[in-house]
């Protein structure tokens, strides 16, 4: 039975599970109604940034422009569009044994695209959530269910995996931004035009 995480709450992931290695990260949402004219179109990432907070490079950033980290640790399985349906929006595979010595965190942020042209935040979101599955038993492990605390942010930090000596931990940080995409990679040490 999966966890289920509250704001700020770590939990270690490979402490009691051992041999975790293969994760699928599930990230989920539904709109409000809403008549604004436009699909939301939310975007989920990764940043894999050292012990600085900061990405090394740009291809530390996986996103819908770049789907795979070079190290093959980390694969955005594509962009979702509308959000429309059941279940998991957007994933994200990480595989924790090809994750680069350098790299302390797998941080996992979700930007509404375009949201200031189209007038849209997380306000008009509801029941967002990320899920971390053991891909390998197909077992949920945890679930942190975002609540409805954002208005005017058009980004997310939702949480984070980090390295604690060996293991590997989960941080439920749900922290917003406004600004959308480039505020966050700019707080990640990616410049964007």
């Not at 709450?9 to 051992?18: C, H, S, V």
């Not at 942010?153 to 604690?164: D, F, N, P, Q």
């Not at 590997?168 to 040490?189: D, E, P, R, V, Y």
Request: net charge negative; with cysteine.
């Amino acid at each position: 039975m999966a966890i289920n995480l509250s704001k700020g709450q770590k939990i270690d992931l490979t402490k009691g599970n051992a041999g975790l290695k293969k994760l699928l990260i599930g990230l989920g949402w539904d709109t409000n109604k809403y008549d604004g004219g436009a699909d939301f179109d939310l975007d989920a990432a990764a940043f894999l940034t050292g012990a600085n907070g900061k990405v090394t490079t740009q291809e530390d950033f996986v996103f819908y422009g770049n789907l795979k980290h070079k190290s093959n640790s980390v694969e955005h399985l594509g962009d979702n569009l509308t959000g429309a349906g059941e279940g998991d929006d957007e994933q994200i595979k990480v595989d924790l044994s090809l994750i680069p010595a350098n790299i302390e965190k797998v941080v996992f942020s979700v930007t509404i695209y375009d949201a200031d042209k189209r007038k849209q935040n997380f306000g008009q979101i509801s029941n967002s959530y990320i899920r971390i599955i053991d891909e390998e038993k197909s077992q949920e492990l945890i679930r942190y269910d975002l609540g409805e605390d954002f208005s005017v942010e058009t980004a997310l930090i939702v949480g984070e995996l980090y390295r604690h000596g060996n293991e590997w931990k989960f941080n439920a940080i749900g922290s917003g931004f406004q600004g959308g995409l480039a505020a966050i990679c700019n707080n990640f040490g990616i410049a964007t035009e």
